[in-house]
């Protein structure tokens, strides 16, 4: 079945510095990847995504980038700030069961200030 | 526009009770979905219902979890006799139609089973 991988955590940064939280997928078809931000005590907000191969995704200073020849949906940003401090979780879902979205175990992010 | 509102935030059940989690939907959504995340995991897809139906309870317990969405009124997720292992947050989100990327997240509840 469909599966998602992430970067083990907890990665802790100093603010500035550059991330990536890499994610693989295996998937039948042309799966939609995600990446989601659950910051404490609240829900899952997107926070971008791509629906094809080689599309980019891009918010808040984020970018992803769709890469069908290595599976792969990994997350950056140049920049990081304390306010970035969260669990991020990639995800898929398949075009034929668009909601139905299989996520990735969850990265902890701690930026230090 | 209010978002996806989830009741309650916090429940605490004993061992054998039963456990009703509420979803109510972005105005004008039609699909619901509820995911399940336990203590340090991603979230789990549980069910996929629309106004009346349900669509997909592939990830669904097949005993004591059931789930609807009435033509009125919220969503709800409902657990007969709790057990410990079901203390985990649960999330529902929603869409407005089938074919849509985004869905939106409620902020869960979070179930303890003591």
């Known amino acids: 079945g469909d599966s998602v991988t992430q970067m083990e955590g907890p990665v802790t940064l100093s603010e500035e510095a550059f991330l990536t939280i890499n994610c693989t997928y295996t998937?039948?078809?042309?799966?939609?990847l995600f990446w989601y931000v659950q910051y404490p005590g609240e829900g899952l907000q997107l926070l971008l995504k791509a629906t094809k191969a080689d599309d980019k995704g891009s918010n808040k200073g984020f970018e992803a980038t769709y890469r069908k020849e290595t599976t792969s949906f990994h997350l950056e940003k140049g920049s990081v700030q304390v306010s970035d401090s969260a669990v991020y979780f990639c995800?898929?879902?398949?075009?034929?069961?668009?909601?139905?979205?299989?996520f990735g175990q969850g990265t902890r992010l701690t930026i230090n200030p | 526009n209010a978002g996806v509102m989830q009741n309650p935030r916090h429940l605490v059940r004993r061992r054998g009770q039963e456990a009703r989690l509420r979803c109510s939907p972005m105005k004008g959504h039609s699909h619901v979905y509820w995911y399940r995340q336990l203590p340090e995991e991603g979230l789990k897809f549980m069910v996929y219902l629309q106004k009346e139906n349900i669509i997909d309870e592939s990830g669904m317990p097949k005993e004591r979890f059931s789930a609807e969405f009435p033509k009125e009124g919220p969503s709800i997720l409902r657990i007969q006799q709790v057990v410990r292992g079901d203390s985990a947050a649960y999330f529902c989100?929603?869409?407005?139609?089938?074919?849509?990327?985004?869905?939106?997240f409620g902020q869960g509840t979070r179930l303890t089973v003591v």
């Open positions: 989100a929603s869409s407005p139609y089938r074919g849509d990327t985004e869905a939106f």
């Open positions: 995800a898929l879902s398949a075009k034929q069961g668009a909601q139905k979205l299989v």
């Open positions: 998937a039948t078809g042309y799966p939609s």
